[in-house]
């Protein structure tokens, strides 16, 4: 990596000339997390990305924020998404369309071989219909991006502007900027210089993260846990990267050795929830009172629990935990959540 450093104001002044609009509570808070912290024997603390504010929260709110910003600037009618059948992004896409008047069409992608999640309208898809999308299913081996842009065609034929987000997003990247500058402003006033960021992504808020510590300095790992078994990501990581300092004139390089993001914690597959991550579940919701999802944030904490276990992690560190959302994805995993709390003998 190679780059001049600038300074917080700076990059604030950056990210203020992008087209932007505000949908998200920001800045969420940054708290310790005590009881965890006792027992892992580090200390890890919380940024809760989870309260958001839009649509029960999560780390979309931040990339739309610059997604829909452009497309309302530039005139767009119907904003068109799509991922995953449980989509935290779909769900609240069709949110933040909703708030602006915007038509919002999604294309979801079944998951077979989630059993729990193909069975009916449930957590986030719920939540899609509720906010008035137009959602089309597409089957797992479908392309997601040409059925996309097929739909796109046929708003287009019908006189609208659609406007289609593309992944991955550099959204998000700059989204993430966003939040790491609110990180940098908690821990002066809490009075503490975090060792390692850790999260979930599949490249945009990693690629904010990344960008942000370079641009401003700062010493910090920024570890990624991946949701999905992908190959080729740490590049992807890093082309996102490059784009979102090239876009804000930032004079950093990042290369895929600058990218620490790991796929050990994904299990199974994509959607597939782990032994370790319900795990992580439960003692994020016992200890903290706080609700994890299985798919993302389950998993990225698990990373953090298999870390202080091997002594990556020690009492040395100050871990801060970017808790993306996800949480209306629970109850999706209905039935795993039953088996895994052994609920089946009620
Ligand atoms: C809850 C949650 N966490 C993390 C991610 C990964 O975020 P990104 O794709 O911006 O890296 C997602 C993406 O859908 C998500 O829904």
Redesign the pocket.
């Given at each position: 990596m190679v780059g001049t450093v600038i300074t917080e104001a700076e990059l604030k002044e950056r990210l203020g000339k992008l087209p932007r609009v505000s949908l998200g509570a920001l800045p969420t808070p940054l708290e310790p997390l005590p009881r965890i912290s006792e027992l892992l024997g580090v200390q890890v603390f919380i940024k809760r990305d989870d309260l958001t504010g839009l649509a029960f929260g999560?780390?979309?709110t931040r990339?739309l924020e610059f997604s829909l910003g452009q497309a309302l600037h530039e005139g767009y009618d119907v904003i068109v998404n799509g991922?995953a059948v449980q989509?935290?992004?779909c769900r609240q896409t069709a949110a933040a369309c909703a708030k602006f008047g915007l038509k919002c069409a999604l294309v979801l992608r079944r998951l077979p071989e989630v059993e729990a999640i193909k069975v009916e309208p449930q957590g986030n898809l719920l939540l899609d219909y509720l906010f008035g999308a137009d959602v089309r299913f597409i089957e797992p081996d479908e392309d997601l991006e040409l059925a996309k842009e097929r739909v796109a065609e046929e708003y287009r034929s019908k006189g609208h502007k659609p406007f289609v987000i593309r992944h991955?997003?550099i959204s998000?990247g700059f989204g993430?900027l966003v939040c790491l500058l609110e990180i940098v402003e908690q821990c002066r006033e809490m009075g503490f210089e975090p060792t390692h960021i850790i999260?979930?992504?599949?490249?945009?808020?990693?690629s904010g993260f990344v960008v942000g510590t370079k641009a401003l300095g700062l010493n910090w790992k920024v570890i990624?846990v991946a949701?999905s078994d992908r190959d080729g990501v740490t590049q992807r990581i890093a082309e996102v990267s490059n784009l979102v300092a090239e876009k804000l004139g930032l004079s950093i390089k990042v290369t895929p050795s600058d990218v620490i993001f790991t796929t050990a914690f994904v299990g199974e597959g994509y959607g597939i929830p782990t032994p370790e991550g319900i795990e992580a579940m439960k003692l994020m919701a016992r200890l903290e009172g706080i609700v994890l999802?299985p798919?993302?944030?389950a998993k990225a904490f698990a990373a953090i629990i298999a870390m202080a276990k091997n002594g990556q992690l020690t009492k040395e560190h100050k871990v801060i935990f970017v808790h993306?959302?996800?949480t209306p994805a629970l109850f999706a995993y209905q039935p795993v959540l039953v088996e895994a709390l052994e609920l089946s003998r009620l």
């Open positions: 999560g780390n979309k990339h991922a989509s935290n992004y991955p997003d998000g993430y999260h979930s992504s599949s490249t945009p808020t990693q990624g949701p999802d798919v993302y944030t993306t959302g996800g």
